[in-house]
């Protein structure tokens, strides 16, 4: 954390950049020239009391914004413990994003075998008639619906592990 309790004290770590109380951030010392001209003019020399009342004020700001991010503590810990996955995730979100409308082929070892499997009408309409317009069959359609499936609800690991 850094305090600033006495302006011309810190220009020299600053690189000429002064604290402006009104701006609420460090302005250049070229741009405050003009600005202490007027103050002075408008204002005597601050006192001891006003000097240590304005040291109190930024540190209670500084103060409260450390309050304010140790509330952000837990999310950001999360968010680090969580990092691979929310790669992931955001990873995969954009490969959808950017390869909408392709259609995933899997090259699954083993012998083929026939499955059964008893839909809607119009669910099977709607299979049949993507089939023809995408030029793909509805065997390749299963393959990858299933494999996406599976991957979402907890066969990552058995889905990766097979198609290697």
């Known amino acids: ?3 600033v309790f ?11 950049y002064i604290w402006s109380t009104d701006e609420r951030n460090y302005i250049h010392q070229s741009e405050m020239k003009g600005d202490e001209e007027e103050s002075k003019k408008a204002a005597p020399d601050t006192n001891g009391k006003e000097l240590a009342a304005e040291i109190r004020k930024q540190v209670e700001r500084q103060v409260n914004v450390a309050e304010k ?8 810990e999360f968010l ?3 990092m691979d996955s929310l790669r992931e995730l955001l990873a995969a979100s954009e490969d959808g994003e950017d390869s909408e409308g392709e259609i995933p082929h899997f090259a699954v070892p083993g012998t083929t075998k026939t499955k059964s499997v008893y839909m809607a009408d119009r669910l099977a309409e709607l299979v049949t008639e993507f089939s023809k317009v995408r030029n793909v069959t509805q065997r390749d ?24």
């Open 69 to 76: 991010l140790a509330k952000f503590t837990p999310v950001m």
């Open 141 to 164: 359609i299963f393959e990858a619906a299933v494999i996406e499936y599976l991957r979402k609800y907890g066969y990552r690991d058995a889905v990766d592990s097979l198609l290697r």
């Open 80 to 82: 680090e413990e969580n």
């Open 1 to 3: 954390m850094f305090f």
């Open 6 to 16: 006495s302006n011309k004290i810190y220009a020299k770590w600053l690189q000429n």
